[in-house]
């Protein structure tokens, strides 16, 4: 029974982002797994896009699970013609305030960044970054206000 509900899970937050169709049967799973589950909060996902750079081909994409106050999710980050970083967040979230860690994968060479979050009006803001001229790496502006703005989408872009 444990095994069906994991398999369950695993497949409702695998396709939460990419359903389409009826959401009315996507109702009904999720309530099976509430039920069968009672003390797990039911994981949601989210999905977020943001675009910039000449003629938006710069693109961002977000997807956040999130499941009580723990956050987990993909980033992809994907200039145009240049080289990615693609990873994964984890973190937590507090009066829709959500603080990651998001790590990644770029030229070959893992890397991490602190990042922080807020959810404003069905959008995702972000906090910009800024460049460390100490250690030579990017850092959250924990002075700046959350001026990225993402906006919803229905699936991640990879």
Known sequence: MKNICLILAIALIATACNSVGDKSEGAAADTLAVATT??????????????EGTKNRD????EL???????????NWMPYEKDSRKGKLNGTIKNDTIN???????????DTISLKF???NNQLMQKPLKLNT????????????YTLAYQTSDKIYK
């Not at 009672?38 to 675009?51: D, I, Q, S, V």
């Open 38 to 51: 009672p003390r797990t909060p039911n994981p949601h996902a989210l999905c977020f896009l943001r675009t």
């Open 134 to 145: 100490t250690t030579g790496r990017q850092q959250t502006d924990d002075s700046a206000g």
């Open 100 to 110: 990651a860690l998001w790590s990644f994968m770029q030229e070959g060479m893992t």
């Open 65 to 75: 699970v999130i499941k009580g106050d723990t956050v987990t999710g993909l980033m």
């Open 118 to 120: 807020t959810v404003l």
């Open 59 to 62: 693109t961002t994409s977000i």
